[in-house]
């Protein structure tokens, strides 16, 4: 069974268009990560929501806005979407917020036209 | 701000050598250090985890070690496989603001 999930694998989309990417975990963790990852491959952290409370915003424009409905589940909505946004997108989890091992999700490669 | 560091960015060995890749952060205050692989158009695969109290994690052929206070560590790699070619990152988690700053990796590439 895959850790971290994460859909769609490949998202090509125009520019100005709204798109989601879904994310879920069944390691019973209670922390969750979006990351993205840039054409340079640098991987920057983007948001942690902890039993679905937001704990980081790191400076990302608020056309991004993560949901968590539950503990398993972080999703990312992106509004308006612009070439820059055009990167590979990684979920993670880990149990807790303070320590232990993060889990990656296979990505989200996507590309804004 | 916590700044992470790989040098080089890239390293080419022929198959069998043994190899050290090393990472330095600027902020010493750390909860702990963990070394990643990706490979192309992969994920992330978490190699090996250093709590900021131990000095040293071994998995198989690779071995990392922490020195906190220099801000310093270091992925050891023994007999190096092709299989062995990939990214390799380097992260430190601060608990302070709870999260996870990267280096920007080293490619690997062991020649057969």
């Known amino acids: 069974d895959t850790a971290v999930s994460q859909t769609p694998k490949y998202l090509v989309t125009q520019m100005g268009n709204d798109k989601s990417i879904k994310c879920e975990q069944n390691?019973?963790?209670?922390?969750m990560y979006w990351y993205k990852q840039d054409s340079k491959k640098f991987l920057k952290i983007m948001f942690s929501?902890?039993?679905?409370?937001?704990?980081i915003n790191e400076t990302v424009p608020n056309r991004f806005s993560p949901k968590s409905p539950d503990k398993a589940h972080l999703n990312l909505h992106i509004n308006s979407l612009e070439l820059g946004d055009s990167a590979v997108y990684f979920c993670a989890s880990s149990q807790d917020l303070v320590e232990g091992t993060q889990y990656f999700g296979p990505g989200t490669r996507l590309l804004v036209l | 701000k916590q700044e992470v560091t790989q040098i080089p960015a890239a390293l080419s060995v022929p198959e069998g050598e043994n190899l050290v890749l090393n990472c330095s952060f600027t902020?010493?205050?750390?909860?702990?250090l963990q070394w990643f692989r990706q490979d192309p158009g992969k994920g992330l695969t978490s190699l090996l985890l250093i709590q900021s109290s131990q000095r040293e994690q071994t998995s198989g052929r690779l071995n990392a070690s922490l020195d906190k206070s220099s801000g310093r560590s270091t992925l050891y790699i023994a007999a190096s496989q092709p299989g062995d070619s990939a990214t390799y990152l380097c992260a430190v988690f601060t608990g302070a603001n709870s999260k996870l700053t990267f280096g920007k990796g080293i490619t690997l590439s062991v020649r057969p």
């Open positions: 929501y902890n039993n679905k409370e937001l704990i």
């Open positions: 390691l019973g963790h209670d922390t």
């Open positions: 902020d010493s205050a750390i909860y702990n």
